[in-house]
């Protein structure tokens, strides 16, 4: 370590690197051989990159309050997300994922979500079998695009198109294959790019079927074109197809991957299931989170912009800018107390644990986050979720076609888990 290292020194996990710098099976039993090689917060020097990560029940609950001037989720993110994405796709950007939520959008995401179920059934027709979570995540592309990406992309061939391209283009791919960055930084992100080219021309079309007057205000799509709308053609269709691809990539695939989780949760308890498939919504949310918390790999992470205390209850360490500060869901969320290991949807009390009297801190187990940086699409995701799991159990009955519980991508470090297999599920209409 040097001069611009955490004052005092960490212990520094020597060995231990992240899956984009080094060849780690595990991504998450790293960190936590590092965990229990040098306590609860330790220094990761991984290729370029400095991490102090903290799992003290002082240290999670200051990371929790780090301001973003000084300690950025923002800039973290698009550090992470630039590894897959194009520069291109960051740059001038006039609504952001975080302006997805005004008043009455929820309501509208939530109709378009009904529509793609009705569109979802019909795709499945009476019988077969499909890979749960490829199916979750064409919903999920197909709620998203209706609701944000303008009239005619969720259906039909222009559907089809978004979706392939968006497969390529998919930002996750920076923490659910972290180890296949350095591929991608190889080509150049040719693949990438094309894909957002595909993206821009389908975009294009549907903005020429917009006629300027009915541009919708209170519609998203509406307020993406209305914010281009002085430019000159070009610069408008481009900068509002990179609108919507930024919102598309940054929305949907936590969501749709935690659908699959809640699913395969639900087929593993038949009881639970048959109250789901009846319309208990308050106890399908509670299920839905309960698998979210399960399913849960987040790296959480903040990159310090200026010097910044962190106090992990024994010691307070000065951390420099450069660095990241970061803490991780898997090696908290099923270990912070007794009994987190097992599915139990009535440890939730609405969107709160019931009894938190064992744990250090409440904020050592989440599924959404804790403090301002907490999710603002909790509400809208459980209520999703909720939705499609209700109807997709009510109308079939599944069976599921793996012999043991699926098992998260190894390498994955961020987000709702991946199944690393195929899990299919035969199903029948009841
Ligand atoms: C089950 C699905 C989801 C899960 C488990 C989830 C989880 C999380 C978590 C843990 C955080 C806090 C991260 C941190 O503190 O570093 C977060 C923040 C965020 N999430 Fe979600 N999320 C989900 C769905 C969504 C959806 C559908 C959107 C749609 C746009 C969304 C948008 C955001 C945004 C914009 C933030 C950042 C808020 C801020 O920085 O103030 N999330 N999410």
Redesign the pocket.
Known sequence: MSANDPVPAPPLAVGTGLPWDVCVDDAVAAIASARARHGDTFAVASGNDNYLFTFSPAGVEAF?RLP?DKAS??V??YLMLRRKLPDEIFDGRRLL??S??RRDDVASYLKNLDCALTETVAELGPDGTVDLFGLTRRLGHRMGLASWAGPGSAQGTPFDRLVAAFETLDGSDAFVHPDSMAAVAAGGKQAERAALDEIVAVIETAVHATASDQVDESDLFGRIVRAWSQEPDDVRMRGIALDVAL?HI???S??M???GWALVDLLEHPDEQKRVASGDSEFAQRC?LES?RLA?R?I???AVLAPVDLDTGDVIYRVPAGWTIATL?PLLNTSAAPGLRTWDPDRWQRHRLADTAALPSPMLV?????????????P???A??SVAMTRLLNIYEMTPGWTSYPKPVPAQIG??ARSVDPCPVSYVRR
Do not use: W
């Open positions: 929790y973003e989720k923002g973290a993110d994922p975080t997805l939520f919102i940054a929305s949907m936590n969501l991957a935690a659908l839905a979210t849960q987040s959480m992470s903040r869901l989440t599924a959404f986050g804790h403090g301002k940086h907490s999710c603002p699409a909790q809208f995701s459980l999703a979720m987000g709702v």
